[in-house]
């Protein structure tokens, strides 16, 4: 009974060991694209990258369940002039979002009174002018710091519902992953990583219960 034990716990030991390497985490990386309405002239559509989803906010300056706040073209992050988190947002003009593994540690900027962070240098779109007027997505990506000091990286997608035939204004697709234990990290996890992590718990419950 003692030596299973001292195996069990042997084997306990090298699942940590495995997944402590140079690439684990133990959060899971959060990937998803979404299409967000915020087609609403008069209010903020805000999204959560914690819930993955829009959700319902009482009074923007006071929570931190709330990390983008969109309205047609106007983006706004919890943070600075926009509310009481920690948000802030970084432009990677040349990097691609495949590529971002890792956030940047520092330089990111806050919404002011006068201009939000996703507006800073040329933005996250451009505007076509008449005839057309059409709102058209940069090729660029983004790092958000969240409203609890988390980060996700970003891509603009498109502004319609339907963007080829650039109809249903201020539909904002983005793909995005998240990622929730306050690390700089952004790689998603691998599959053998997953499969450790998951025989680790199943050990340690055995373990437990033998006892």
Same mark, same amino acid.
């Given at each position: 009974?003692?030596? @299973?034990?001292?195996?069990? #716990?042997?084997? $306990?030991?090298?699942?940590? !060991? /495995?997944?402590? *390497?140079?690439?684990?985490?133990?959060?899971?990386?959060?990937?998803?694209?979404?299409?967000?309405?915020?087609?609403?002239?008069?209010?903020?559509?805000?999204?959560?990258?914690?819930?993955?989803?829009?959700?319902?906010?009482?009074?923007?300056?006071?929570?931190?369940?709330?990390?983008?706040?969109?309205?047609?073209?106007?983006?706004?992050?919890?943070?600075?002039?926009?509310? @009481?988190?920690?948000?802030? #947002?970084?432009? $990677?003009?040349?990097?691609? !979002? /495949?590529?971002? *593994?890792?956030?940047?540690?520092?330089?990111?900027?806050?919404?002011?009174?006068?201009?939000?962070?996703?507006?800073?240098?040329?933005?996250?779109?451009?505007?076509?002018?008449?005839?057309?007027?059409?709102?058209?997505?940069?090729?660029?990506?983004?790092?958000?710091?969240?409203?609890?000091?988390?980060?996700?990286?970003?891509?603009?997608?498109?502004?319609?519902?339907?963007?080829?035939?650039?109809?249903?204004?201020?539909?904002?697709?983005?793909?995005?992953?998240?990622?929730? *234990?306050?690390?700089?990290?952004?790689?998603?996890?691998?599959?053998?990583?997953?499969?450790?992590?998951?025989?680790?718990?199943?050990?340690?419950?055995?373990?437990?219960?033998?006892?």
């Amino acid at each position: 009974m003692i030596m @299973n034990q001292f195996f069990r #716990v042997a084997i $306990l030991m090298l699942s940590i !060991f /495995s997944l402590f *390497d140079t690439q684990s985490t133990w959060a899971e990386i959060k990937e998803a694209t979404i299409t967000i309405d915020a087609s609403n002239r008069e209010a903020f559509a805000f999204f959560s990258f914690e819930a993955g989803k829009v959700v319902t906010i009482k009074d923007q300056k006071t929570t931190l369940q709330w990390d983008l706040g969109l309205k047609r073209t106007e983006i706004i992050v919890n943070g600075g002039n926009s509310g @009481n988190g920690k948000g802030g #947002v970084i432009s $990677l003009e040349k990097a691609k !979002f /495949s590529e971002i *593994d890792q956030a940047p540690a520092e330089g990111y900027i806050a919404d002011t009174e006068k201009l939000s962070a996703l507006a800073t240098g040329d933005g996250w779109y451009v505007y076509t002018g008449p005839p057309l007027h059409h709102i058209l997505v940069r090729n660029k990506a983004f790092v958000i710091r969240t409203a609890k000091g988390n980060y996700a990286k970003l891509f603009f997608v498109g502004y319609y519902k339907d963007n080829k035939a650039k109809t249903g204004a201020g539909h904002i697709s983005i793909t995005y992953a998240y990622q929730d *234990d306050g690390t700089l990290n952004l790689f998603k996890a691998n599959t053998a990583m997953v499969h450790a992590k998951e025989k680790l718990v199943s050990i340690w419950a055995e373990l437990k219960a033998q006892k």
